[in-house]
């Protein structure tokens, strides 16, 4: 069974910018989370998908906005690149239809803003 | 609002040595408690979980009791090898309607040295 995948895994933007990542959930699960993880603040919790609807969000800016498609796949969208948005996102899946605690990770995608 | 604590690292062991790495937690109720665990260039992997006081979740020879009393969910093992170098994260799960998210710790870098 394929894991999570995230694309890219690696970007580099300039402040300004509005960058895209993907993120595939494992084969089945409906569920999909992104988290960002950056050496001061840790791990995030950005926002959790479920059949297309976002179920809940972080503290976050506006600037990050998601969404979840029909075939369970989600892409989180930065806008306007500030350089504090350099981080690494994580995307995790579950299957959403028994909370079963556990969340499966991809390798994320690391973002540099310039 | 929902926390966790754990120590802070690197934690820097010989082979063979007996690791603790601490986790305390603030919650309301009595929340799932995990730890995950990223290799370098990976995303997180869950490592062991528990899902009520007192139960001990246990994984690649790693444990951890939850501990209602203290608030804890101390990681331990017996003996590291330089393949447990990775950075642990303690873990907690918080229910908002239908929606989870994971509230993480710090996060604590290991280093086994031969």
């Known amino acids: 069974k394929a894991g999570v995948t995230q694309t890219p895994r690696y970007l580099i933007k300039t402040r300004g910018q509005q960058v895209t990542l993907s993120c595939s959930p494992i084969?089945?699960?409906?569920?999909v989370s992104w988290y960002q993880q950056t050496p001061g603040q840790g791990l995030q919790f950005l926002f959790e998908?479920?059949?297309?609807?976002?179920?809940n969000k972080g503290n976050f800016p506006g600037r990050f906005s998601g969404r979840q498609f029909s075939n369970s796949r989600s892409e989180m969208n930065v806008s306007t690149l500030e350089l504090g948005d350099s981080a690494l996102y994580l995307c995790a899946s579950r299957t959403g239809t028994r909370y079963t605690g556990e969340l499966f990770f991809g390798e994320g995608s690391r973002l540099t803003v310039l | 609002g929902d926390s966790v604590t754990q120590m802070e690292g690197p934690v820097t062991l010989s082979e063979e040595a007996f690791l603790t790495i601490n986790c305390t937690y603030t919650a309301t109720g009595y929340p799932s408690l995990f730890w995950y665990v990223q290799y370098p260039g990976e995303g997180l992997q869950l490592l062991l979980k528990a899902t009520k006081a007192d139960d001990k979740g246990s994984n690649k020879g790693f444990e951890a009791t939850y501990r209602k009393e203290t608030t804890s969910f101390h990681l331990e093992k017996g003996s590291v090898q330089v393949s447990d170098s990775a950075v642990y994260f303690c873990?907690?799960?918080?229910?908002?309607?239908?929606?989870?998210?994971?509230?993480f710790g710090s996060g604590t870098r290991l280093l086994v040295r031969p």
């Open positions: 084969s089945g699960h409906r569920s």
């Open positions: 998908y479920f059949s297309e609807t976002q179920r």
């Open positions: 873990a907690l799960i918080v229910q908002e309607d239908s929606s989870y998210k994971l509230i």
